[in-house]
T-cell receptor
Framework: ETGVTQTPRHLVMGMTNKKSLKCEQH?????MYWYKQSAKKPLELMFV???????ENNSVPSRFSPECPNSSHLFLHLHTLQPEDSALYLC?????????????FGSGTRLTVV | GESVGLHLPTLSVQEGDNSIINCAYS??????FIWYKQESGKGPQFIID?????DKRQGQRVTVLLNKTVKHLSLQIAATQPGDSAVYFC???????????FGKGTSLLVTP
């Protein structure tokens, strides 16, 4: 248990489905992140929330929609995904602009789009 | 764009040997660097970090070396153990950036 919990651990969805990924952190951090991890590629930053405001959106398609209702929770809403969106989606948290090793990752949600 | 990358995608070492994993970065404004370890089925876990005002930092069995002149970072693992088998990522950011930029990762395999 790292202090960052992601659910579900595994998700299989059709291209017409709508689903949501959930992330919860119990570390008192004030920044949360979504990363996408595909095989043989670097972790790709998707979204950054700092103090519950979205501060970065790295050209992510609109079929991915983040939500940060409070500093402890982060969601990633998914709709009409494509098979190439299959990947491991990682949530992380930290203190804003932390340079004290404070980026803590969850175990990820393994998403398969069929 | 500027990026962080790794020299070798895989590294195989014998148990008990020392391991060295290398990383190159291109952003000269980067001032903070982290090494992460990712085991199968888990998210990345923090190993060790270093700021740009240092060139070496030691932890338990691990040492990170930073050469700002050639923009090179390395992770040394002493007396490598089977439990060290994982993918290792270097990451960097600047004091004005919000999030870390990651390299592709090196897969370390420790053989008996």
């Amino acid at each position: 248990e790292t202090g960052v919990t992601q659910t579900p651990r595994h998700l299989v969805m059709g291209m017409t489905n709508k689903k949501s990924l959930k992330c919860e952190q119990h570390l008192g951090h004030n920044a949360m992140y979504w990363y996408k991890q595909s095989a043989k590629k670097p972790l790709e930053l998707m979204f950054v929330y700092s103090l519950e405001e979205r501060v970065e959106n790295n050209s992510v398609p609109s079929r991915f929609s983040p939500e940060c209702p409070n500093s402890s929770h982060l969601f990633l809403h998914l709709h009409t995904l494509q098979p190439e969106d299959s990947a491991l989606y990682l949530c992380a948290s930290s203190q804003v602009r932390s340079q004290d090793g404070g980026y803590t990752f969850g175990s990820g949600t393994r998403l398969t789009v069929v | 764009g500027e990026s962080v990358g790794l020299h070798l995608p895989t590294l195989s070492v014998q148990e008990g040997d020392n391991s060295i994993i290398n990383c190159a970065y291109s952003n000269s404004a980067s001032d903070y660097f982290i090494w992460y370890k990712q085991e199968s089925g888990k998210g990345p876990q923090f190993i060790i970090d270093i700021r740009s005002n240092m060139d070496k930092r030691q932890g338990q069995r691990v040492t990170v070396l930073l050469n700002k002149t050639v923009k090179h970072l390395s992770l040394q693992i002493a007396a490598t153990q089977p439990g060290d088998s994982a993918v290792y990522f270097c990451a960097e950011n600047t004091n004005s950036g919000y999030a870390l930029n990651f390299g592709k990762g090196t897969s370390l395999l420790v053989t008996p």
